[in-house]
């Protein structure tokens, strides 16, 4: 049986007591987890199941690429409860989550937006602002799909933030004045233009 980690991005409630987690997954791309039980209270309850948490689980593939899977002892790796103390970070967060549930697909390895994806809320919870965290993850998922061409001579600093949102350098790219807030709508611009409606 696989064992992968994700980001959970939804939570649906199912039947009575159950859930389905639309998630992000380094390995497979989008997985949709079905979860029973979750919703009550004994033995079964999965408190580790939230929104934004990284979790860890066991599961069996689907069938097709379109199927849920049964998530198997989920165990936490990582919490950005934090995002809540900040309505307006939490808002962004859950904006970036439907852009990337709506465009990433099933059984597609994003292993790069995830990495982005957990580094930047964390840096958006210690920061309490989403701008330009947040922006920077669908920069990344866009480089990852092939959707971002930029001269050549722009492509050095295009790397430079890319690999500070996956965390191959620590330290944020300098921008001069001004020039962060254009970067920052260039990236909402070709996002919406690229995304799925």
Do not use: Q, W, Y
């Given at each position: 049986m696989p064992r992968t980690s994700c980001i959970i991005l939804r939570k649906t409630p199912f039947q009575e007591t159950g859930l389905i987690l639309a998630c992000l997954s380094p390995d497979f791309g989008?997985?949709?987890?079905?979860?029973?039980?979750?919703?009550?209270?004994?033995?079964?309850?999965?408190?580790?199941?939230?929104?934004f948490r990284e979790i860890s689980f066991?599961?069996?593939?689907?069938?097709t690429a379109s199927?849920?899977?049964?998530?198997?002892?989920?165990?936490?790796?990582?919490?950005?409860?934090?995002?809540?103390?900040e309505p307006?970070?939490?808002l962004a967060a859950c904006s970036l989550a439907a852009f990337?549930?709506?465009?990433?697909?099933?059984?597609?390895?994003?292993?790069?937006?995830?990495?982005?994806?957990?580094?930047?809320?964390?840096?958006?919870a210690e920061m309490r602002t989403a701008t330009p965290w947040l922006s920077y993850v669908k920069l990344v998922f866009l480089c990852e799909n092939g959707l971002v061409s930029v001269p050549p001579d722009r492509q050095n600093f295009l790397d430079s933030v890319t690999e500070f949102a996956v965390g191959i350098r620590e330290e944020p790219p300098l921008f001069p004045a001004g020039s962060r807030e254009r970067f920052v709508r260039w990236i909402e611009d070709m996002a919406e233009r690229c995304s799925v409606s």
């Open positions: 989008r997985i949709d987890l079905i979860c029973r039980g979750v919703r009550k209270f004994g033995k079964r309850s999965f408190p580790v199941v939230s929104l066991d599961f069996r593939e689907p069938k199927g849920l899977v049964s998530l198997r002892a989920p165990e936490p790796i990582l919490s950005h409860d934090d995002l809540a103390g307006s970070a939490f990337l549930l709506r465009n990433s697909r099933p059984m597609v390895s994003l292993p790069d937006t995830f990495r982005a994806l957990s580094r930047m809320l964390t840096r958006t």
